[in-house]
């Protein structure tokens, strides 16, 4: 069994920078694609970025991309998303997530039902 948190939320400033975390235990998820994934309110949950075990290979949604950076220390089983140029529409609660076992590419858009491991959320506030 794998137990995610997620930390590093907080109210910014648009135009300004978070750095979200994501801490695993349990279980080892060095080998797992590990996933952002984000949820505003009155909106579905969405893809932001993902990362494969071997970090050779990630993903963004388009309207993160070349604004946010995903990461992971598999010595310290630890993911992180780096979140800068931050805009109102950023605005959600961000989820980390652990999935697809030993797939060394990402996919483009990977489906939330792909991961199996889900933390509770760290909410994201970018004030206008």
């Known amino acids: 069994q794998v137990q995610l948190v997620e930390s590093g939320g907080g109210l910014v400033q648009a135009g300004g920078s978070l750095r979200l975390s994501c801490a695993a235990s349990?279980?080892?998820?060095?080998?797992?694609?590990m996933g952002w994934f984000r949820q505003a309110p009155g909106k579905e949950r969405e893809f932001v970025a993902a990362?494969?075990?071997?970090?050779?290979?990630?993903a963004y949604a388009d309207s993160v991309k070349g604004r946010f950076a995903i990461s992971r220390d598999n010595a310290k089983d630890t993911v992180f998303l780096q979140m800068n140029s931050l805009k109102p529409e950023d605005t959600a609660v961000y989820s980390c997530?652990?999935?697809?076992?030993?797939?060394?590419?990402?996919?483009?858009?990977?489906?939330?039902?792909?991961?199996?491991?889900w933390g509770q959320g760290t909410q994201v506030t970018v004030s206008s």
């Open positions: 997530a652990a999935g697809l076992r030993f797939q060394t590419r990402v996919p483009a858009s990977p489906l939330e039902a792909a991961f199996g491991y």
């Open positions: 349990g279980r080892s998820v060095s080998t797992y694609v």
């Open positions: 990362m494969a075990w071997s970090a050779g290979s990630s």
